[in-house]
């Protein structure tokens, strides 16, 4: 059974910067994509970041720039550097894993119980 557990989570000031953190278990972690969602209140979750079993990575326009995904195939280890927050940034973050890197949240079959960011103005 996949387990995702998400970690880093805070609250912080604009500007700011923050560093995410999922641990995966029960699954071939360096065959799998993996990816950041977020989701605000009121709104449909939506992508952050997404990164390949190889490293290959790409990110939604509202963070690029800012925000940094890297994993550790050794330590089964998905992050996200975020720098330079703003206050649209605040949500609840959730990892996803699934053994492709599809593009609609719906589609993934393995998620974390979410970890709450909050950016203050």
């Known amino acids: 059974q996949v387990q995702l557990v998400e970690s880093g989570g805070g609250s912080v000031q604009a500007g700011g910067s923050l560093r995410l953190s999922c641990t995966v278990s029960?699954?071939?972690?360096?065959?799998?994509?993996m990816a950041w969602f977020r989701q605000a209140e009121g709104k449909q979750r939506e992508r952050v970041s997404t990164?390949?079993?190889?490293?290959?990575?790409s990110y939604a326009d509202s963070v690029k720039g800012r925000f940094t995904i890297s994993r550790d195939n050794a330590k089964t280890t998905l992050s996200l550097q975020m720098n330079s927050l703003k206050s649209e940034d605040t949500a609840m973050y959730y990892c996803a894993a699934d053994r492709v890197c599809w593009v609609y949240a719906g589609d993934w079959r393995n998620w974390g119980q979410g970890t709450q960011v909050t950016v203050s103005s």
């Open positions: 029960g699954y071939p972690y360096n065959t799998i994509c």
């Open positions: 990164i390949t079993n190889d490293g290959r990575s």
